[in-house]
């Protein structure tokens, strides 16, 4: 069974400040792992996501996420936060066995901007 | 290009009353997924949909819930009686190829869900 731990319910930076949003992964086959961002009163949108390439994937809006299978670890990172960054982001991991392709997302972090 | 469509936005119905959501996924998707998003939880997978066969409704709490995908397009999500413990935002997504062995990675497109609440 696959899945995804967020280990922080609510982060708070500042703008211009470094973003870290933890993510810790759990699954039986070789994982494609993601992250999603969902602004109030708008669709899921897909940040990056990683699928066995490069380890280090780089996403929209300066976002990328390191893929660390020693550590079970996919944290998303950001180095400058803007306030158009305040939203909710999942981590969300999907097995491919048997080829069917199921999503099973974390429980979520608020990302809080402070002028 | 166009995103995925779902009406109404919002509704608001008493327990044990009947309810039904719309989706249009984006034009050429064959797969279609329904998720059911509690408030401070992340969405969970109620039925997914590869053109108009059900490939996964493990999760769907079918004495109540039925969904389908007339013609492998559009898609209806019924609750039948509704349960307070419905209330939540109900998400349809779509992703452009047919799940099959090897195919992986495959990003799904949201639309901006219903909020159900049900009183």
């Known amino acids: 069974a696959q899945s995804v731990t967020q280990l922080d319910s609510h982060v708070s930076v500042s703008e211009g400040t470094p973003v870290l949003l933890r993510c810790n992964y759990s699954s039986s086959y070789s994982p494609s792992l993601f992250w999603y961002v969902q602004h109030p009163n708008k669709g899921l949108q897909l940040l990056l996501k990683?699928?066995?390439?490069?380890?280090l994937v780089k996403g929209i809006n300066g976002f990328e996420a390191e893929f660390k299978k020693s550590e079970t670890s996919f944290h998303l990172t950001k180095p400058s936060a803007h306030m158009s960054d305040a939203a909710e982001y999942f981590c969300v991991v999907s097995d491919t066995n048997f080829g069917n392709e199921k999503l099973t997302f974390g429980t979520g972090t608020r990302l809080t901007i402070i002028p | 290009e166009a995103g995925v469509a779902q009406s109404p936005r919002y509704k608001i119905i008493e327990k044990r009353q009947s309810v039904a959501f719309w989706c249009n996924p984006i034009?050429?998707?064959?797969?279609l997924y329904w998720y059911q998003q509690i408030l401070g939880q992340g969405p969970k997978l109620l039925i997914q949909f590869q053109n108009n066969g059900v490939v996964d409704d493990s999760q769907l709490p079918k004495d109540r819930f039925s969904a389908e995908r007339l013609k492998g397009v559009d898609s209806t999500l019924k609750i039948q009686p509704a349960k307070l413990e419905d209330s939540a935002v109900y998400l349809c997504?779509?992703?452009?190829?047919?799940?099959?062995?090897?195919?992986?990675?495959?990003?799904?497109?949201f639309g901006p869900g219903t909020r159900l609440t049900v009183l």
């Open positions: 034009s050429g998707h064959a797969t």
């Open positions: 990683y699928t066995s390439a490069a380890t």
């Open positions: 997504a779509s992703s452009p190829l047919a799940t099959s062995g090897g195919v992986w990675g495959n990003e799904q497109f």
